[in-house]
């Protein structure tokens, strides 16, 4: 897939980024449900994320599984993208069992500001349009931050969104500059998750972490994690980094808190003022703005 920005790509850019919003927007309320602490969450997602891409890749070609391995530097980089997307995980999903689901999702996705600045480094400089719609998704995602400064938020919490956004910069950054050589997707993702899951695995054996030891129920949440936000969500956002600068295909990502605050109220009992559903709204509009600009390319 091109973009030239006629229709159709817009069309089709659209519906992927749709589909990758509404995916991510479950991550944080599925690692609550499960019933399973942050770093069961991490490895079961990330490893059977690469056990289905794994299989679907083995059925569909299995010269991708010699090329990877003979590309020295595709494993180099994969394995950092892997470590960043370990730390992001875990540090974020952490920081869901001390603030608000509505919080942690809000201050995890400021990652896209971050990236602007490696787009500027690739030659890729945002148009005005897209940094106009960056800037008034930033603010707005502050604002709605700021309703919940009187309220008792864990600076622990607060911390590791931080530590995790600017982790899942150093993910995503990565993931442009291999995705920008011509790999498909599944050459960039198959390794990464792989190397991610196998240091998640590592850091639980050296802490002592029994990641076996969960109940049928938080399994079928590791699935749905799986399915969900990793193949839908990040493996999509993964494919659009070929196609769109950095800033731009992870700036989906800030729908999130749109998304997961809804589901955190329905589901978990988290209620959203109103005010802080009319800037979510907001957020979304700004989004757009990014996202469907002709000058993505």
């Known amino acids: 897939m091109g973009w030239d920005g006629d229709l159709k790509s817009i069309l089709v850019v659209a519906a992927l980024s749709l589909i990758a919003a509404l995916s991510i927007s479950s991550a944080s309320i599925l690692v609550l ?12 997602r990330l490893f059977i994320t690469s056990l289905l891409l794994t299989s679907y890749t083995g059925a569909r070609s299995r010269g991708l599984f010699k090329r990877i391995a003979c590309d020295k530097w595709l494993l180099k980089a994969s394995a950092l993208s892997g470590f960043t997307l370990f730390a992001h995980f875990a540090l974020w999903m952490e920081s869901l069992f001390y603030i608000p689901v509505s919080y942690s999702t809000t201050i995890v996705v400021t990652y896209p500001m971050q990236l602007i600045l490696l787009d500027a480094a ?6 005005k349009r897209q940094v106009v719609g960056m800037i008034c998704g930033f603010s707005l995602l502050l604002l709605l931050l700021t309703q919940g400064v009187f309220e008792a938020l864990d600076l622990r919490g607060v911390v590791y969104s931080l530590l995790a956004s600017t982790a899942a910069s150093a993910y995503f950054g990565i993931g442009r500059v291999v995705r920008r050589r011509s ?59 070929k196609y769109l600068k950095s800033s731009v295909a992870t700036s989906i990502a800030l729908t999130e808190p749109v998304g997961s605050s809804i589901l955190a109220y329905l589901l978990l ?20 703005l990014v996202v469907l600009s002709k000058e993505s390319s």
Request: glycine share 8%.
């Open 183 to 241: 790999l498909s997707v599944l050459e960039y993702t198959v390794p990464t998750y792989g190397f991610s899951s196998l240091i998640a695995f590592l850091y639980a054996s050296i802490i002592g972490r029994n990641l076996f030891s969960y109940s049928p129920h938080s399994y079928a949440f590791f699935t749905l994690m799986s399915l969900a936000p990793m193949i839908g969500g990040h493996t999509v956002i993964n494919y659009l980094l």
């Open 122 to 127: 690739l030659g890729e400089a945002p148009s």
């Open 33 to 44: 449900l499960s019933k399973a602490d942050a770093l069961g969450c991490v490895f079961w």
């Open 269 to 288: 009992g988290q209620e959203v003022s109103m005010a802080s559903a009319i800037l979510m709204i907001m957020v979304v509009a700004s989004i757009c």
